[in-house]
């Protein structure tokens, strides 16, 4: 997985930081690791969204391969 940068390379006002800051807190209590029967659902969205990241990421790395085979072929 690959981290991009921001396309607005401008410096974020201290507002827009804070009202980021706010928006990322969470009322809800952090996620918690429990035994296999019963884990946190968010946990599980987490991974869910991680996992298919990776997927889409994986398919389009595949794709530029078999593009870049091709064309050496013809």
């Not at 996992?51 to 593009?67: I, S, T, W």
């Amino acid at each position: 997985m690959t981290l991009h940068p921001p396309c607005n390379k401008a410096k974020m006002m201290r507002r827009e930081r804070e009202a980021l800051l706010e928006s990322l807190l969470i009322a809800e209590p952090e996620l918690t690791f429990t035994p296999r029967g019963n884990p946190d659902p968010r946990l599980l969205r987490l991974v869910d969204f991680l996992a298919r990241q990776a997927a889409r990421e994986c398919y389009a790395e595949e794709v530029k391969m078999m593009r870049r085979r091709g064309k050496r072929t013809s």
